[in-house]
């Protein structure tokens, strides 16, 4: 279970990010947080059958949220089929 400091940080960070991906016809939902350390998220509506997703996930939605939370280590994407 995070820190309810650390799971306030990664919220604020996804609202920045959000607006970007809603843009695109996207989203993106925080579905855990291990260890105060690595994030699981979900990218959804065109995020997930986008091409660039994984660059998206790294470059854009990571650094934004070591940003906020510099503990954090790794972000991963949880896709749902």
Same mark, same amino acid.
């Given at each position: 279970?995070?820190?309810?400091?650390?799971?306030?940080?990664?919220?604020?960070?996804?609202?920045?990010?959000?607006?970007?991906?809603?843009?695109?016809?996207?989203?993106?939902?925080?579905?855990?947080?291990?260890?105060?350390?690595?994030? =699981?998220?979900?990218?959804?509506?065109?995020?997930?059958?986008?091409?660039?997703?994984?660059?998206?996930?790294?470059?854009?939605?990571?650094?934004?949220? =070591?940003?906020?939370?510099?503990?954090?280590?790794?972000?991963?994407?949880?896709?749902?089929?």
């Amino acid at each position: 279970m995070a820190s309810e400091t650390i799971r306030q940080n990664v919220e604020k960070a996804l609202e920045e990010i959000r607006p970007f991906l809603k843009s695109d016809g996207g989203d993106i939902s925080l579905i855990s947080i291990e260890d105060d350390k690595y994030v =699981k998220v979900r990218l959804e509506g065109a995020c997930t059958s986008c091409k660039i997703n994984q660059m998206t996930l790294k470059a854009g939605v990571e650094t934004t949220i =070591k940003k906020y939370a510099p503990e954090i280590e790794t972000v991963e994407n949880i896709s749902v089929f």
